[in-house]
């Protein structure tokens, strides 16, 4: 079954440290891959998506992602948190061809900053 | 912003009541989603709508109805509430049904509390 996997329920980080939220994912083939954030109160926001081409891939906010094949993963990274980025993150999964209504969304990983 | 709103933002029934959200966009686009995100499950698909009075069903549609009669407007009912649709529901809107345009843009939820 397709199914895509953030180990990670709650992280907390230090303003100014690194960042990396991990997210893993079980699919037939190479699928479609997004990371989402959601600020408190709010909706779902876009981050960054991978569809194909090059594996690193650089959204809005200074965030990064990277797919790697091997590892069925696709790892958020930011170089450098900021008290703003305090929000949950959700990993999530889409067929390549496919609908956006076969989107399946990970657990979600709450991110905490310490000032 | 993508001109969505939900409404109520938060309501509290009781068990065995109607309940009806409204999503109502201002961008005219074809594609709209309810969403529900409860913990440990992320987000999960109720239905979804390509068009007016074009509806399906999503991954957890049991207990719900939809109904889309205008573009801009997407209800969602719960015909009888029960305690497991307590949850946060989400709306979301796309410019594209294919994954790789589709990117969603989320409404800012609205809390349900059945009691």
């Known amino acids: 079954a397709q199914s895509v996997t953030q180990p990670d329920i709650h992280i907390t980080v230090s303003e100014g440290a690194s960042l990396e939220l991990r997210c893993n994912y079980s699919?037939?083939?190479?699928?479609?891959l997004f990371w989402y954030v959601q600020s408190p109160g709010q909706g779902l926001q876009l981050l960054l998506k991978?569809?194909?081409?090059?594996?690193l891939v650089q959204g809005i906010k200074g965030f990064e992602a990277e797919f790697k094949r091997s590892q069925s993963s696709f790892n958020l990274r930011k170089p450098s948190v900021h008290w703003s980025d305090a929000a949950e993150y959700f990993c999530a999964v889409g067929p390549q061809g496919g609908a956006t209504n076969k989107l399946i969304f990970g657990t979600g990983t709450l991110l905490a900053v310490q000032p | 912003d993508a001109g969505i709103t939900q409404s109520p933002r938060h309501k509290v029934t009781e068990t065995g009541t109607p309940v009806t959200l409204r999503c109502h966009q201002t961008?005219?686009?074809?594609?709209m989603y309810w969403y529900r995100q409860d913990p440990g499950h992320g987000l999960r698909l109720i239905h979804y709508s390509y068009g007016v009075k074009d509806t399906d069903k999503g991954e957890v549609s049991d207990g719900y109805s939809v109904s889309r009669s205008k573009t801009e407007d997407f209800l969602l009912t719960l015909e009888s509430a029960t305690s497991s649709q307590t949850s946060v529901y989400f709306c979301?809107?796309?410019?594209?049904?294919?994954?790789?345009?589709?990117?969603?843009?989320f409404g800012e939820g609205s809390r349900l509390t059945v009691l």
């Open positions: 961008e005219n686009h074809r594609y």
């Open positions: 699919y037939g083939a190479t699928p479609y």
């Open positions: 979301a809107i796309s410019v594209n049904r294919r994954a790789e345009n589709g990117e969603l843009f």
């Open positions: 991978y569809f194909s081409g090059d594996t």
